[in-house]
């Protein structure tokens, strides 16, 4: 398998599920429109309730998008039973981000048994203009034999 | 002057006032708590609506919250009639982020002419429990004779 | 136990001597200065070896002794047979590194069963002058049932 | 002009100038051998004495020519006359850093007029065999008006 290859229907199902669960994405709008081996994109499109102060996509929301494209993108890769949770991640913030929407890409680099670390890239997508955003790297814990389930209660 | 002291009405109003134009922050529910010379508070109550998939604060809001809280820590430094933007941040999310409210402090390490570098943390707060979530190191750039005002249109 | 607290002369010693191992310490002239329970200090000493272009050391000889020392700090607190390994570090360069030597500290912010995460600062000292030269953050993985010994051969 | 294309004789003259100055890298045995638009490639030979415990590379030698590499990388695209600081970088060290040499790739991502933003990448290679051993991201300034040259005296 490489990085980037289709998915079983099981793995694509998984990932759109747990994505499903995590409350923010859904209230920020946020979309999953692509799960592969490895890689995953997530979409964000404008809305004033994501701006900072000058009218841009607040960081908050550019690096909460980066930071689960990342994190579905591990996911893909560990196996059945087991869950992710984002050790670190670094984000270089490098052109304002506007645009229609956010396109942010997150794909492993490295997969590792514990660890696996990812980059991250985020696009402001308007029209046919597509522009780098941010980029950033992330560390990710597999919790092993804790399945991706809410907590109790 | 020195880290955390008082500041001027002057600079405690338009850090406010900037803060208030982050649609983000409003719309995930964040209050600006506390503005000191160099360190900013901002706190983040719980709602489902912030969570990841385990029911617990999203990463993209404790990193939301934790980079505004730096932003304007280093804001209340700058000259009048300039801005802020991020231009990298990094978190180690070293706890899971829960309790009733979350609470970023940002927190200027080195205030430079052109670049600014603040610590980041943020805690979970629960009754009188404090537990340490994140924490984290931004540098910000000041844009000098950028007011910080919406784009314009 | 808390950080900062004196150590056993058992983990001074096991300390030291793995860090006696690390033939980049000697070769720079780093010495490791002083081990507490999750905080080491190493010192370089300034040589003409260690400059960058302008004549200051250069940030790999800062961030080599910065990995040391957190990486040892986080090894006084692991336990007996396990090794340390850096998992990743981010070092921000507020002041130009100078002096007659360099101090790095390393200091553990949070020890978990598998990652540690240290606080990394680094001063430059000329006489009675101490500047903060260097800040960053680290994230460990303790290798148990691993010895600290060189690879066999 | 595009990242990776070939540099005029002035700029490889002065780039490589400038690293003959590093006395770092000379000490360490770090040679720059490949000198690109953007893109610096710097080479570490094996030694004993760039070592940690288990006998790998340190990842203070690691993170030494990364460094380097993406600075250089950085200062080829400055205006002459101008010099280059490392404002911040990080790393993520994916695998033990062995093997005859290390090779560090720096590479431009994004140029701006203040700040430029670099990859850094490092391999392990042994004979055919090339690991990727770290992964890293870097934030430069642009020091305008300041030669590149040692400090006075």
Redo the contacts between chains.
């Keep these: 398998m490489q990085i980037g290859d289709p998915v079983s229907p099981e793995i694509a199902t998984r990932t759109q599920a747990?994505?499903a669960?995590?409350?923010?994405?859904?209230?920020?709008g946020a979309e999953m429109t692509e799960v592969r081996a490895g890689q995953v994109t997530i979409r964000l499109p404008f809305?004033?309730?994501?701006?900072?102060?000058?009218?841009?996509f607040?960081?908050?929301?550019t690096?909460?998008?980066a930071?689960?494209a990342g994190g579905y993108a591990g996911f893909t890769l560990f196996p059945e039973g087991s869950?992710v949770?984002?050790?670190?991640?670094?984000?270089?913030?490098?052109?304002p981000a506007q645009g229609e929407y956010l396109e942010a890409i997150g794909r492993v680099?490295?997969s590792?048994r514990?660890?696996t670390?990812c980059?991250l890239d985020v696009w402001g997508v308007a029209g046919e203009a597509r522009k780098?955003v941010a980029?950033?790297?992330q560390?990710l814990?597999c919790m092993k034999d804790r399945p991706?389930?809410?907590?109790a209660g």
Excluded at 47 to 56: A, I, S, V
Excluded at 58 to 61: F, S
């Design positions: 747990s994505f669960r995590q409350g923010l994405m859904a209230y920020l809305r004033p309730e994501l701006t900072q102060q000058h009218g841009f607040h960081a908050g929301g690096s909460a998008i930071d689960s869950s949770l984002t050790v670190e991640f670094k984000m270089n913030l490098i052109s680099i490295k590792g514990t660890l670390i980059q780098h980029t950033g790297m560390t814990i991706d389930m809410p907590a």
